[in-house]
């Protein structure tokens, strides 16, 4: 009989490691030297055939070994890989991770804790009380007349935004039906998330300058019809398309008016409060009874990183649940802490070990100084764009997303040099389509990047023309 392969745990876990993350260091090297920018040339069809012919048959009949199978697989992932430390990737809310916090998770993989029970993960069920009700009390403060507030770990906001929704729809149960009231400017998710509970279509308010009307709000909160309490207005810290963060303080206002219960996705917005320049853009945000926050956007975590925070602890009671094989009665009134509820997955990995890692490392004025610095690069940005003769600039920046497009073009040409960029390898920019136009979109979450790089990708964007 064959010896098994090594295990990652254990005291000898480690030593088996070390010649495996050599040869996956090397790889990622090589690939990331191969690939020379910051995605693969070719499109889908040149990458896919690239991946093919490196990985060959996927289950042979007899194995590689785990040297060759490391090299070639994390060789061909780096090559073909949008690469967010690249700091002409800045497309998406898609963060380059901290080698820090990358750390950490290789730990967390290795020591394999299920966040189910406590007797498959003991330290990191303290880790993750200790996190959660950090963030909680950075977002609620010390003392908010009901404890001092909560958080679960989630994959992100996706996640965290249906909690938020489930939360308040067994809170506010004897009242009837849940209406949730968004702005046009909402995350997709929220919506997604009422059809999923079976919620009524959210009722969807203005947002014509990119952040949610507080008059519009006003109106469509008087005009519903329902007890007080049946209504959940989600507002928004740091839209997708550009970075906006709706008046916080005003739709706070008029939720207590109206008795209506406020959720913020804060998924990116959310670590403005470790800023001691911006943390006033948030203000009111303390006041919701939910907040979605989001360390894997701007926060530097590898996927995933999401977390929901309560204001009130005793809404997560609703999401306790009993198996008797994770939390009998009897280990619970001994002592064993319950984390069956404190997700609605069952398994989980402990997430929360990259993020403690880094806010134990970095500390508030460390993040807060990284989330200056990308906000300031995008004020930086603005400026070069608004200098040049050449382009036009959506707006200011709110966080560390830009909007412009070139003067004259029409949203054809935006979606070609889009296209164009993405298919040679040379950049990666998104896209937005606020008033009526698609705007190329540059979101600067890289704290490496230099003025000579945002200098590149105007040049990029007006060396590209249809043919």
């Given amino acids: 009989m064959s010896t098994p392969p090594p295990l990652a745990g254990g ?25 020379g920018g910051p995605l693969p040339a070719g499109g889908p069809t040149a990458v896919a055939a690239r991946v093919r012919e490196a990985a060959g048959e996927i289950l042979p009949d007899r194995g590689a070994g785990p040297d060759t199978a490391l090299r070639t697989l994390v060789h061909a992932l780096a090559e073909g890989a949008a690469d967010p430390a690249d700091a002409l990737c800045a497309a998406h809310l898609h963060c380059p991770p901290l080698a820090l916090a990358v750390a950490a998770d290789l730990a967390a993989s290795a020591l394999n804790p299920s966040m189910d029970s406590w007797d498959q993960a003991p330290a990191a ?49 004897a009242h009837g039906p849940v209406q949730l009231v968004v702005g046009e400017n909402a995350h997709h998710s929220l919506g997604r998330a009422a059809w999923l509970l079976g ?8 947002a014509p300058a990119g952040v949610l009307d507080p008059a519009a709000l006003d109106e469509a909160l008087t005009q519903l019809t329902g007890p007080p309490g049946s209504f959940l207005v989600a507002a928004t810290a740091g839209t997708t398309d550009a970075g906006l963060i709706d008046p916080l303080d005003q739709i706070a206002d008029l939720c207590a008016e109206h008795g209506a219960r406020l959720h913020v996705d804060a998924a990116y917005g959310g670590p403005l409060l470790f800023s001691g320049v911006r943390r006033e853009l948030l203000h009111g945000m303390e006041r919701a009874d939910s907040i979605t926050f989001d360390l894997h956007k701007l926060g530097w975590q590898p996927v995933a990183a999401g977390l929901l925070l309560v204001r009130d602890p005793h809404d997560l009671a609703t999401l306790g649940h009993h198996a008797d094989y994770l939390n009998a009665d009897d280990d619970t009134e001994a002592g064993l802490p319950d984390l ?43 400026a070069l764009i608004t200098a040049h003769p050449g382009f036009e600039l959506y707006d200011r920046p709110a966080l560390s997303t830009v909007l412009f497009r070139p003067v004259g073009a029409d949203d054809d040409h935006i979606a070609y040099v889009r296209r164009e960029l993405l298919g040679q390898g040379r950049a990666v920019l998104g896209r ?28 990029l964007v007006e060396g590209t023309t249809p043919r």
């Avoid at 950090?134 to 909560?150: F, I, K, Q, S, V």
């Avoid at 937005?432 to 040049?459: F, M, Q, S, V, Y």
Wanted: proline letters at 6%.
């Fill in 340 to 382: 069956l509820g404190r997700s609605l997955r069952t398994t989980r990995r402990p997430d929360v070990l990259k993020i403690a890692v880094t806010l134990k490392a970095l500390g508030r004025t460390g993040i807060g100084a990284l989330v200056d610095q990308v906000c300031d690069q995008a004020q930086e940005f603005a």
């Fill in 125 to 173: 069920s303290e880790i993750e009380a200790l996190v959660t009700r950090a963030l909680a009390t950075e977002a609620y403060g010390p003392g908010n007349g009901t404890g001092r507030g909560d958080a679960l770990v989630t994959t992100g906001g996706t996640e965290a935004n249906q909690l938020a929704l489930l939360l308040a729809r067994e809170r506010t149960a």
């Fill in 432 to 459: 937005a389509t606020i008033d009526g136009r698609r705007w190329l979109k540059a979101t600067l979450l890289n704290p490496h990047t230099r003025p000579g790089d945002l200098a590149e990708i105007l040049k």
């Fill in 199 to 206: 919620m009524p279509e959210p009722a969807t308010v203005p």
């Fill in 11 to 35: 005291a000898q876990g480690p030593d088996a490691l070390r010649p495996l993350l050599t040869a996956a260091l090397d790889a990622l090297h090589t690939g990331a030297t191969a690939r």
